[in-house]
């Protein structure tokens, strides 16, 4: 069955610190990763992508992560946490449907606080 | 370009009810996705709208249904309210038919229905 699991539910990171959030898949096919953040009162907005090519992705506010097929992960990792990247952070593949459609499947989310 | 907008940002209805949820596509997005986020949770997809049709549909009740209008916003019914639909509601848009795991998602902020 197709997943995503989100092992850490709270991470709290001094400000300045580096941070890593962990992220496992489970998908029969070639996945199409994704890193979104959502804040209090807002909508999901996209931080990074992966679909091929690279491993290691760039994406908005200082974040990446690194596709690792042999692991099933797809870590988001910043190297120094601002005060204002407390947020939710969910992981999710996106999944192509028998009927031809494609739907997100998300894992639960990491909500990250930050000490200043 | 305008982004995702939904509305009522909140509302609260009674058990047994019925509720209409409102969503504005991006601008040249033609595909439109419902998720549901309960409290604590990751989102989970509903369904999908393509040419003002259901082209794919998630885990959910018939109660669940939804309209794509000409100028591709959207709507979220649900009847007969269960203290269980209690939740984010987030409507996302997209370009294309969405055949793709690829596709890429716009997330409006979301409409937070309580049931009482």
């Known amino acids: 069955a197709q997943s995503v699991t989100q092992p850490d539910i709270h991470i709290t990171v001094s400000e300045g610190a580096s941070l890593e959030l962990r992220c496992n898949y489970s998908y029969g096919a070639t996945p199409y990763l994704f890193w979104y953040v959502q804040s209090p009162g807002q909508g999901l907005q996209l931080l990074l992508k992966?679909?091929?090519?690279?491993?290691l992705v760039q994406g908005i506010k200082g974040f990446e992560a690194e596709f690792k097929r042999s692991q099933s992960s797809f870590n988001l990792r910043k190297p120094s946490v601002h005060w204002s990247d407390a947020a939710e952070y969910f992981c999710?593949?996106?999944?192509?449907?028998?009927?031809?459609?494609?739907?997100?499947?998300f894992g639960a989310g990491t909500r990250l606080a930050v000490h200043p | 370009e305008t982004g995702v907008t939904q509305s009522p940002t909140h509302l609260i209805k009674t058990r047994g009810q019925q509720v209409t949820l409102r969503c504005s596509s991006q601008?040249?997005?033609?595909?439109v996705s419902w998720y549901q986020q309960a409290l604590g949770q990751g989102p989970q997809f509903i369904f999908q709208y393509y040419r003002e049709e259901e082209n794919g549909r998630g885990n959910f009740p018939p109660r669940f249904s939804g309209l794509q209008f000409p100028n591709y916003s959207s709507e979220l019914n649900v009847n007969a309210l269960e203290l269980d639909d209690s939740a984010l509601y987030l409507c996302?848009?997209?370009?294309?038919?969405?055949?793709?795991?690829?596709?890429?998602?716009?997330f409006g902020a979301g409409s937070r229905l309580t049931v009482l």
């Open positions: 999710a593949v996106g999944a192509n449907e028998p009927g031809g459609y494609n739907k997100l499947i």
């Open positions: 992966y679909f091929s090519g690279d491993t």
């Open positions: 601008s040249g997005h033609n595909t």
């Open positions: 996302a848009s997209s370009r294309g038919q969405g055949k793709t795991g690829a596709n890429v998602l716009t």
